[in-house]
């Protein structure tokens, strides 16, 4: 496993403020790439091939991460919080989260939980709101949080607790959605570097998906794809008694064929579907209930075909996500088999299949 992975999930990036994820992108695109572009919003793609005579494609992962945001500073020192991206409440409750200073040095805190001396028979309404948390970071006062740095505005992450399974397969972390797709976007094209593939291609991450897949829309309109592949954490339901929403560990890259934003096209299908074939690469199909930038980068311009490689997640959207080395490699090489085939038939045969 290349170092990006374990390196960019330790990064704090809520949505809107990503500067930390998209200098390491910088760096890492400058060292494979013929050219960097970023776009106003600061999404930013390494180019290769951008001369030859071939379809643009464009790869994406999402640089933001969930987490929360300094709304007040209180009285007594405590602070309260906006939540960025979507996060069920009760996941919140006694975790340790760093806020991140206008230096980009942490202050560490918890949020605050109530024992059960102070809740008798009210113990749901612990968790019944983001109104009823603050976090904890052990000011004396207002004046006091205000000298450690603390401002409003500031960005509040998750503290990362970087954990692999005992049998070397699985790894705990936070922020695997999105910084795997981030992670994946570097590797591909350190990968594909040397490689004779006939189509441009653009590599790299968005800004602000999960606030609405705001920096797809322009990236997309900036870089004018022909052919457009997100690479996405996708939640698994294998250890919950549901199956409404789909995916299981270790059981290979996702085809999200249906959610509410974005429906695969016929022809993107089948050449998914054939190429992971041919290649003996495993994979599952999934339908989801939210969206992926490939939604938004559906309906740019006079639209382009997209599609979500999704990597299975457990417990995305919450302090500590799980993934499977096996799936990372799935995404990778049937990534890596597609831009092997796109060339303008590729491309004219995929339409024509829809
Ligand atoms: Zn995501």
Same mark, same amino acid.
């Given at each position: 496993?290349?170092?990006?992975?374990?390196?960019?999930?330790?990064?704090?990036?809520?949505?809107?403020?990503?500067?930390?994820?998209?200098?390491?992108?910088?760096?890492?695109?400058?060292?494979?790439?013929?050219?960097?572009?970023?776009?106003?919003?600061?999404?930013?793609?390494?180019?290769?091939?951008?001369?030859?005579? !071939?379809?643009?494609?464009?790869?994406?992962?999402?640089?933001?991460?969930? !987490?929360?945001?300094?709304?007040?500073?209180?009285?007594?020192?405590?602070?309260?919080?906006?939540?960025?991206?979507?996060?069920?409440?009760?996941?919140?409750?006694?975790?340790?989260?760093?806020?991140?200073?206008?230096?980009?040095?942490?202050?560490?805190?918890?949020?605050?939980?109530?024992?059960?001396?102070?809740?008798?028979?009210?113990?749901?309404?612990?968790?019944?709101?983001?109104?009823?948390?603050?976090?904890?970071?052990?000011?004396?006062?207002?004046?006091?949080?205000?000298?450690?740095?603390?401002?409003?505005?500031?960005?509040?992450?998750?503290?990362?607790?970087?954990?692999?399974?005992?049998?070397?397969?699985?790894?705990?972390?936070?922020?695997?959605?999105?910084?795997? !797709?981030?992670?994946?976007?570097?590797?591909?094209?350190?990968?594909?570097?040397?490689?004779?593939?006939?189509?441009?291609?653009?590599?790299?991450?968005?800004?602000?998906?999960?606030?609405?897949?705001?920096?797809?829309?322009?990236?997309?309109?900036?870089?004018?794809?022909?052919?457009?592949?997100?690479?996405?954490?996708?939640?698994?339901?294998?250890?919950?008694?549901?199956?409404?929403?789909?995916?299981?560990?270790?059981?290979?890259?996702?085809?999200?064929?249906?959610?509410?934003?974005?429906?695969?096209?016929?022809?993107?299908?089948?050449?998914?579907?054939?190429?992971?074939?041919?290649?003996?690469?495993?994979?599952?199909?999934?339908?989801?209930?939210?969206?992926?930038?490939?939604?938004?980068?559906?309906?740019?311009?006079?639209?382009?075909?997209?599609?979500?490689?999704?990597?299975?997640?457990?417990?995305?959207?919450?302090?500590?996500?799980?993934?499977?080395?096996?799936?990372?490699?799935?995404?990778?090489?049937?990534?890596?088999?597609?831009?092997?085939?796109?060339?303008?038939?590729?491309?004219?045969?995929?339409?024509?299949?829809?």
């Amino acid at each position: 496993m290349k170092k990006f992975y374990r390196e960019l999930v330790d990064l704090p990036g809520i949505s809107g403020q990503e500067k930390y994820i998209r200098k390491y992108m910088r760096k890492h695109l400058e060292q494979v790439s013929e050219e960097i572009i970023e776009d106003n919003l600061g999404s930013i793609f390494g180019v290769l091939n951008k001369n030859i005579d !071939g379809p643009t494609v464009m790869i994406a992962g999402h640089m933001d991460e969930i !987490g929360t945001m300094v709304e007040e500073i209180n009285n007594n020192g405590t602070i309260k919080m906006i939540p960025i991206g979507g996060i069920n409440p009760p996941v919140m409750i006694s975790q340790y989260m760093n806020v991140v200073l206008d230096d980009g040095s942490y202050v560490p805190g918890v949020v605050g939980s109530k024992p059960p001396h102070l809740l008798r028979d009210q113990s749901s309404k612990q968790v019944s709101s983001f109104e009823d948390f603050f976090l904890d970071i052990g000011a004396d006062d207002k004046k006091h949080a205000e000298e450690l740095g603390l401002k409003i505005g500031q960005q509040i992450v998750f503290k990362n607790n970087y954990t692999e399974s005992v049998d070397g397969k699985k790894i705990f972390s936070k922020a695997w959605d999105n910084r795997f !797709g981030c992670a994946m976007a570097l590797d591909i094209m350190e990968t594909v570097k040397k490689e004779e593939l006939a189509c441009r291609l653009y590599s790299g991450a968005n800004v602000q998906e999960e606030v609405g897949l705001r920096g797809a829309i322009t990236s997309s309109f900036m870089i004018k794809p022909d052919l457009f592949i997100a690479v996405d954490c996708s939640p698994c339901q294998d250890t919950f008694n549901t199956s409404d929403v789909g995916g299981s560990l270790g059981e290979g890259f996702m085809v999200r064929f249906y959610d509410p934003r974005a429906i695969l096209h016929q022809g993107m299908k089948k050449f998914i579907e054939e190429t992971a074939k041919k290649n003996n690469i495993k994979f599952q199909y999934y339908k989801s209930r939210g969206g992926t930038d490939a939604a938004a980068v559906q309906l740019s311009r006079s639209g382009v075909l997209v599609c979500t490689i999704g990597m299975p997640s457990r417990y995305i959207h919450s302090t500590t996500s799980v993934i499977h080395k096996e799936d990372m490699k799935a995404v990778k090489n049937v990534i890596l088999a597609m831009l092997k085939e796109i060339d303008f038939n590729k491309i004219k045969e995929i339409r024509s299949n829809a």
